[in-house]
T-cell receptor
Framework: DTGVSQNPRHKITKRGQNVTFRCDPI?????LYWYRQTLGQGPEFLTY????????KSRLLSDRFSAERPKGSFSTLEIQRTEQGDSAMYLC???????????FGSGTRLTVV | AQTVTQSQPEMSVQEAETVTLSCTYD???????LFWYKQPPSRQMILVIR??????QNATENRFSVNFQKAAKSFSLKISDSQLGDAAMYFC??????????????FGKGTKLSVKP
């Protein structure tokens, strides 16, 4: 296992298009988190899953955003009708339920033009 | 709600010298975790060091150590014998052990550390 994998690394899309990102966590980690990081800011929490259940969503996650984690394995984050304000780095992290260390992926950098 | 504040947007240190990055936080909880993460340019975020609030002893990891002052809600990171590879953004983060947000990290805005050769 080589850690948390995110694809694609970079995505450029036109405003109004839909985009989908994928995260493959460390296999034995049952918690998976999505964060958004804009330039000059720290990461902000979006949502997290324990196994396949989405347990919490931030108010940052508007109804244009949806996340899934089928079968408690990989996760996808979809943004519909993208806006320029969605341009950011989207980070995925995973952890064990009882552990408190996160492992982050390299992120997907989204640019909306 | 918990908040994390890093008051130093940028810091600079000479190679082989020591630098301290500041972090303060606000919480009403008595038990929690604190972290320092390093984010090199265009690379993934890496855990540097972590501290459990119930432990009085300051955490140490090789050249990295923290000064945890629970009453003052302060959690600074000291980097000794700074190396060129230490240049990165450093984020302080808080994690609650209670409630609906269990497990979520709350980050500060970061401190950009430059290391001069």
């Amino acid at each position: 296992d080589t850690g948390v994998s995110q694809n694609p690394r970079h995505k450029i899309t036109k405003r109004g298009q839909n985009v989908t990102f994928r995260c493959d966590p460390i296999s034995e980690h049952n918690r998976l988190y999505w964060y958004r990081q804009t330039l000059g800011q720290g990461p902000e929490f979006l949502t997290y899953f324990q196994n396949e259940a989405q347990l919490e969503k931030s108010r940052l996650l508007s109804d244009r955003f949806s996340a899934e984690r089928p079968k408690g394995s990989f996760s996808t984050l979809e943004i519909q009708r993208t806006e320029q304000g969605d341009s950011a780095m989207y980070l995925c992290a995973s952890s064990l339920k009882q552990g408190f260390g996160y492992t982050f992926g390299s992120g997907t950098r989204l640019t909306v033009v | 709600a918990q908040t994390v504040t890093q008051s130093q947007p940028e810091m600079s240190v000479q190679e082989a010298e020591t630098v301290t990055l500041s972090c303060t936080y606000d919480t009403s909880e008595s038990d929690y975790y604190l972290f320092w993460y390093k984010q090199p340019p265009s690379r993934q975020m890496i855990l540097v060091i972590r501290q459990e609030a119930y432990k009085q002893q300051n955490a140490t990891e090789n050249r990295f150590s923290v000064n945890f002052q629970k009453a003052a809600k302060s959690f600074s990171l000291k980097i000794s014998d700074s190396q060129l590879g230490d240049a990165a953004m450093y984020f302080c983060a808080y994690r609650s052990v209670y409630g609906g947000s269990q497990g979520n990290l709350i980050f500060g805005k970061g401190t950009k550390l430059s290391v001069k050769p």
